[in-house]
């Protein structure tokens, strides 16, 4: 499957994030887009969440709500405005109060540069991982452990920077990661629809993958497309 997908066979090669702003990748602009982009990025279309977040950098008065230190002090009614123009945020006060909270997270704890959150956690992904999660209420929606691990993960394939211990990324098990499982068999249905389920498919993942070449992390981009474009064979 993974040799399909770099073959361009599995029925997409563009994913989501790939409309992003044509930033130099080792920016801190880049940084902070993926940062907060991400953190509206739960049960929605992600192609559409990205479009709206690129759309809202490119407008002049809109590509402030980017900047972390700018967003933690603006008035909610502000930020109402400017984040619901091209629909990054659909919901007036919890995506508001998410992005707002996530700003105030990486001023609070990187004086508002998230670079420096990952300077300070020596650009280890376990270590950054740990400490997004721990300071889950600074960081809501982001510190999930689907989301948190698909935004390291994110990084590792947008940015330049010396992110290490990639194989501490378990794969982020969305909706198409747990299709694509069940479709090859690696789980059930049953299975899926528990309430473990998501943490059963990234275990089933991890042992499959034990002693290959590949991380489970490797497989999110085959799997994710190969289940949107309807499984083709």
């Known amino acids: 499957m993974h040799k399909n997908w770099q073959r361009g066979k599995l ?4 994913m989501p994030e ?7 990748r080792c920016s801190h602009g880049l940084l902070h887009y993926l940062t907060l982009g991400m953190c509206l990025n739960y049960q929605r279309n992600s192609y559409t969440l ?3 977040c690129t759309k809202t950098y490119y407008d002049e008065t809109s590509c402030w709500v980017f900047e972390p ?3 933690a002090t603006s008035d909610v009614e502000t930020l109402r405005a400017a984040l619901p123009k091209y629909k990054v945020a659909l919901q007036p ?16 704890y990187g004086t508002g540069n998230m670079f420096n ?5 020596d650009f280890n992904i376990a270590k950054i991982r740990e400490f997004i999660q721990t300071n889950r209420k600074d960081f809501p929606y982001l510190a999930g452990d689907k989301i948190c691990n698909y935004w390291l993960f994110v990084l590792v394939q947008y940015m330049d920077y010396p992110l290490t211990n990639r194989q501490a990324l378990s794969i ?18 049953d299975v899926a629809a528990s309430a473990k389920g998501q943490i059963l498919c990234a275990d089933a993942w991890v042992k499959l993958l034990a002693g290959s070449e590949l991380l489970p992390i490797d497989m999110h981009t085959p799997l994710w497309l190969w289940s949107r474009g309807g499984f083709v064979e």
């Open 69 to 71: 230190e700018k967003v």
């Open 93 to 108: 006060n919890k995506h508001i109060d998410n992005w707002q909270r996530v700003s105030g997270g990486i001023v609070k």
């Open 11 to 14: 029925g997409g090669e563009t």
């Open 18 to 24: 790939d409309v992003h702003p044509k930033l130099d």
């Open 50 to 52: 990205w479009q709206a």
């Open 172 to 189: 982020a098990p969305d909706t198409h990661i747990m299709q694509a499982s069940v479709r090859l068999g690696l789980i059930s249905e």
């Open 117 to 121: 959150i990952l300077t300070q956690n």
